[in-house]
């Protein structure tokens, strides 16, 4: 038993060692989907925050320290997203990043919110990283949540502008979208650009959430209906089917979808994919050289280049990682109320251009870029012949959505 | 009209694709009286196998093969794995395949990654059979169609004409009196669980082309899939093709509805009212296509627990 024993006192004596040698460092917690069916695009996320936190510790960390990652497993729900950010508070985490699915956003907002009423002084931050439905900025909008992804009326804008410009849209736009939080924004966003689309919402469609096998009976639908465009917020399963159903069917629409770029789409979708438009934060083959460089990092560290919700949760980070340049530690530790408030100001240049955090409702300002499905791209997507043929980038006011009267924002004095 | 032929193929299609699925699924509860929950998997690992052999074999084959596979491995999980957990009961057989299906759905992501894989139907058999009102209809429907017919045909006439589907029908009837008269019951039984899982695989095979080949396959068709033994009967081939086929056509049907209650408060001149409650009231029929199986089992729960066709008790 013995030399057990003064192992394991040896290990204690370093432990608080290391703890007394140096103050706690900087926490980083990602709570997201990491497991299950959805895990595919919480890893995405997490790629995003392992990448900035690199990038802060090779330009000096913070405080003179490195700064951590810890994460953690929601297991794809809420409950599992509350127990675990319980585990991150108490682990010492500061600031929280997620974002797969809008519901968990929700729920990590919603407790941040209350946790940090009920302790003063020991605040945490939560950054949204693509929870995009609208309450989040709006009657659920508070202090110490900030999202740094678009949201739906400023997909659906940069979409109707370019796919109007192009003179694809038509007169005739189908919605169909999924019945949830998101969904319903992204419907209520196509209604809305039908004044400066030019179009007429011939019908709207809300179905179940991925819970769908066979989608020819909406297919058959939007025929009747005459469409010529059908816009959709629908993502994984539900686009995918969506569009192999209506190339099945043999059905001449063209398709608006934000979630296009998605892995595994274009392959599986194959040819049926050519055509099709989407709304994205960033397209690989954006020429400047700002866009290259992050292009050449992202693609050397994790072994592709930054695709899908990838480089909205890195340049989301990036911003919090220039909001920290500029916050000094208090006694050795990150005042969170500080970097919450020096984020509302902050600036960056994100390879499509400026980006910013908007006081008002802590909705990120960013540029969008518009892109069509084509063989014609520079990078290809998923081992196939096609990928994103950049269109159009716009700057972040030329798409911004107003503040929404509902948010009433509570600052601490 | 046109839309409610296509809607009624469509739907009958879908319902058949179902059938395929649970046909094994309800052949081996039916049998064994194991619920097995991995049942779903092996339509996934169907359309896994499949995708994989397309390159080497060429679809027909991969088809072909594919199911015999999973055939295979479902073999080897009734004799090493179920056979063992059998004479400690119902609820560890049922505990083992739930196990065995988190454990087949990671396998896959390790080895085929996360997203959806590329396994598309062949460009020889894409191409449309006929149209019907400005639509194409499939041929690759109608194969999947045809495919689930000529299953349902095979598996009833080897279960009531031949002299295989006595020994089974015998072997679950009055086990140890098949096992005294000198046929190996185990080994009927291994049988019946690799013809259940190769027919699953069948299904992931054929369907995994026209859907997509994910991860999440057999969680999605899974839970249907359940629905479909349950309305039909557990243990009742004909209940379970009954079941798919109204569970599919019900489906593709009310996509197309958009009525909602308050229509019917409509003809009482309450329509205003039931719009400013909201909420259900509100609440259109196409929105809630995918919860109406659910609805459905429910309702056959409440006044007919044994299903449409199965035996009471």
């Known amino acids: ?413 | 009209m046109d839309w409610l032929l296509v809607s009624v193929m469509n739907g009958v299609v879908y319902g058949l694709l179902l059938f395929m699925v649970s046909a094994g699924l309800t052949l081996i509860f039916g049998m064994m009286g194991v619920l097995n929950f991995a049942h779903a998997s092996f339509y996934m690992l169907g359309a896994y196998f499949a995708f994989s052999l397309q390159a080497r074999i060429g679809f027909w084959g991969a088809i072909l093969v594919a199911p015999i596979i999973v055939g295979a491995v479902g073999v080897v999980v009734e004799r090493y794995f179920l056979r063992r957990v059998h004479q400690y009961g119902h609820a560890h057989e049922l505990l083992l395949t739930f196990g065995l299906s988190f454990m087949i759905a990671e396998l896959v992501k390790l080895f085929y990654g996360n997203y959806p894989v590329n396994y598309r139907i062949p460009g020889s058999l894409d191409f449309a059979a006929f149209a019907v009102g400005g639509l194409d209809y499939p041929a690759y429907r109608v194969l999947m169609g045809g495919v689930a017919m000529a299953m349902f045909v095979l598996i009833y006439l080897l279960l009531t004409r031949t002299r295989v589907g006595i020994i089974v029908r015998s072997a679950i009837y009055k086990p140890r009196m098949a096992e005294a008269l000198g046929h190996n019951v185990p080994l009927v039984f291994m049988g019946v669980f690799g013809v259940g899982a190769a027919l699953a695989g069948l299904a992931g095979a054929v369907a995994g082309a026209f859907y997509t080949t994910n991860p999440n396959m057999a969680l999605e068709l899974g839970v249907m899939v359940f629905v479909v033994v349950v309305v039909g009967g557990l243990g009742s081939l004909g209940g379970a093709m009954l079941a798919s086929i109204l569970i599919g056509t019900i489906t593709s049907l009310s996509v197309g509805i958009d009525a909602s209650l308050s229509d019917l408060f409509a003809l009482f001149g309450a329509r205003q009212w039931a719009e400013g409650v909201g909420g259900l009231l509100t609440l259109k029929v196409s929105s809630t296509a995918g919860t109406i199986p659910f609805a459905l089992m429910l309702l056959i729960l409440l006044v007919r627990p044994h299903g449409l066709l199965g035996e009471k008790g």
């Not at chain 1, 739906?152 to 019945?179: D, F, H, W």
Request: proline share 4%; with cysteine.
């Open chain 1, 1 to 413: 038993m013995k030399p057990y024993r003064q192992i394991a006192g040896g290990l204690v004596a370093m432990y608080l060692g290391t703890g007394m040698a140096l103050a706690a460092p900087l926490k980083f917690g990602i709570i997201d989907t990491l497991s299950g069916p959805q895990s595919s695009t919480g890893q995405l996320y997490r790629n995003a925050m392992r990448f900035v936190v690199d990038h802060i510790n090779s330009n000096g960390g913070w405080n003179g320290e490195p700064v951590q990652l810890l994460e953690y497993d929601n297991q794809g729900g809420p409950a599992g997203a509350a127990d675990k950010l319980k585990a991150a508070i108490s682990d010492g985490v500061q600031i929280v990043g997620q974002g797969a699915s809008s519901a968990i956003s929700a729920q990590i907002s919603e407790d941040v919110r209350k946790y940090n009423m009920r302790n003063p002084g020991k605040e945490v931050v939560f950054i949204n990283m693509g929870g995009d439905a609208l309450e989040l900025t709006g009657e659920k909008c508070h202090f110490h949540h900030f999202r740094v992804s678009g949201n739906a009326p400023v997909k659906i804008k940069a979409m109707v502008l370019t796919m109007k410009e192009e003179g694809v849209l038509g007169t005739k736009v189908y919605s169909i979208n999924q019945n949830y939080s998101w969904g319903q924004d992204m419907e209520q966003a196509i209604v809305d650009a039908a004044s400066f689309g030019g179009y007429a919402v011939v019908e709207k469609t809300l179905h179940d959430t991925n819970k769908i096998q066979d989608f020819s009976p909406y297919v058959a639908k939007i025929a009747a209906s005459k469409a010529e465009t059908v816009m959709t917020g629908n993502w994984s399963n539900d686009l995918l089917l969506l569009m192999k159903a209506s190339k099945a069917a043999g059905l001449k629409v063209r398709f608006g979808a934000v979630f296009l770029d998605q892995p595994g789409n274009i392959a599986n979708a194959g040819e049926v994919a050519l055509g099709h438009y989407i709304a994205h934060t960033f397209n690989a083959e954006h020429a400047s050289p700002e866009s290259e460089k992050f292009v050449k990092d992202f693609t050397a560290k994790m072994g592709h280049f930054p695709q899908f919700i990838e480089p909205q949760g890195t340049w989301g980070m990036m911003l919090v990682a220039e909001a920290l340049k500029n916050v000094k530690a208090e006694k050795g530790v990150l005042n969170v109320n500080t970097l919450a408030k020096t984020l509302e100001t902050t600036k960056i240049k994100s390879p499509l251009g400026e980006m910013s955090m908007r006081a008002a409702d802590h909705q990120a300002q960013l540029p969008f870029a518009v892109s069509v499905v084509s063989k014609a791209a520079k990078y290809k997507q998923d081992g196939t012949d096609m990928g994103f043929k950049l269109l159009k980038v716009y700057r972040a006011e030329e798409i911004a959505s107003p503040v929404q009267a509902s948010c009433r924002m509570q600052r601490p004095n």
